[in-house]
């Protein structure tokens, strides 16, 4: 989809920002239905923001990587 495509680019440059204190996985929901009902996805994008298994916190929609920076920033030590 087209904000899909739109996180990209988004999502590399918050690799860039935050290296290696995450890992980013995307998952496409017509090839992994079985993940995108396990977490209750139902539109996309959608972030999800894992630690230890836990979800911390979720959106959907198309989120700045500065934005996203300072969310992980406050979920993770």
């Known amino acids: 989809c087209g904000p899909c495509r739109m996180m990209k680019p988004i999502l ?3 690799y860039e920002m935050m290296g290696q204190r995450l ?3 995307k998952v496409d929901v017509d090839q992994s239905p079985e993940a995108a009902n ?3 996805v139902h539109s996309v994008p959608t972030l999800i923001l894992f630690q230890k298994g836990r979800i911390l916190w979720r959106q959907s929609g198309v989120v700045p990587a500065a934005t996203l920076k300072k969310i992980v920033e406050t979920h993770i030590k």
């Open 38 to 40: 396990a977490y209750q």
């Open 23 to 25: 890992r980013i996985i």
């Open 12 to 14: 590399k440059e918050l």
